[in-house]
């Protein structure tokens, strides 16, 4: 009896041990979301001219890493930050989660899985801030053929007023490829776009979902 009662205590602890490691990285992943919003919410393009390193650019990519690194247990958190009162760590989440899903900014790690976050980045295509909006729907894109759920609510931001989000839709739709199909009669009407940059993504989506070879640029 003794013994039973050792046996499921022991039991018990590693059980508890395994709540405590979860909620411990819950608890990191929702500091390091909070800390995004101390970013600029655009990578820089180059260098500093000066030859000495960007603090806060180091910052960023230790913050970006220590998220790759909780992965799947990341989600939840980045999730939640996606619809925060603050537009900064909103643009912010949206920044890194196009970072992570894409190969393009750190191309030595493997692509993180943000599939689970889809639903929530659809309804953040209709934030109130252009640039969140711009920014999701490149994470989209980023998702690929998955992200056909997000399909109608690229389309319908393809008539956004910012010309940003317009761009961005097309980037997204690009993204999904051919599975993308149903959005061909939206996009050949935004090859009459006012803007010539919207009319050339829009002439590349159609391409890219027609799945004839093309680089963008």
């Known amino acids: 009896m003794n013994a039973f009662i050792r046996a499921g205590s022991f039991v018990l602890a590693i059980v508890a041990g395994g709540y405590v ?3 411990s990285a819950q608890d990191k992943a929702d500091q390091l979301v909070g800390s995004l ?7 820089p393009g180059i260098a500093p001219s000066n030859g000495k390193p960007d603090l806060n650019e180091e910052r960023r990519r230790q913050v970006y890493s220590e998220l790759r690194e909780l992965d799947q247990q990341a989600l939840p958190a980045l ?3 996606l619809a925060d009162r603050d537009v900064q760590l909103r643009r912010n989440v949206a920044l890194f989660l196009g970072t992570a899903a894409g190969e393009w900014y750190d191309p030595s790690q493997p692509r993180m899985n ?3 976050a889809l639903p929530a980045l659809i309804t953040s295509l209709t934030d109130s801030d252009d640039r969140v909006r711009e920014l999701v729907a490149q994470v989209i894109g980023e998702i690929g053929p998955s992200a ?8 319908k931001l393809l008539t956004d007023p910012s010309e940003g989000s317009r761009n961005s839709a097309c980037l997204g739709l690009a993204g999904v490829g051919p599975a993308a199909k149903a959005a061909l009669p939206a996009l050949r009407k935004a090859l009459s776009d006012k803007n010539p940059t919207v009319r050339r993504f829009a002439q590349r989506a159609i391409e890219r979902i027609e799945d004839v070879s093309v680089r963008f640029q």
Do not use: C, K, S
């Not at 919003?37 to 990578?43: K, S, W």
């Not at 056909?148 to 389309?155: E, N, Q, S, T």
């Open 21 to 23: 490691g979860m909620a």
């Open 37 to 43: 919003r101390m970013f600029p919410a655009a990578l």
């Open 114 to 116: 943000v599939q689970a």
């Open 148 to 155: 056909v759920a997000a399909v109608p609510a690229l389309m």
């Open 79 to 81: 999730i939640r930050g």
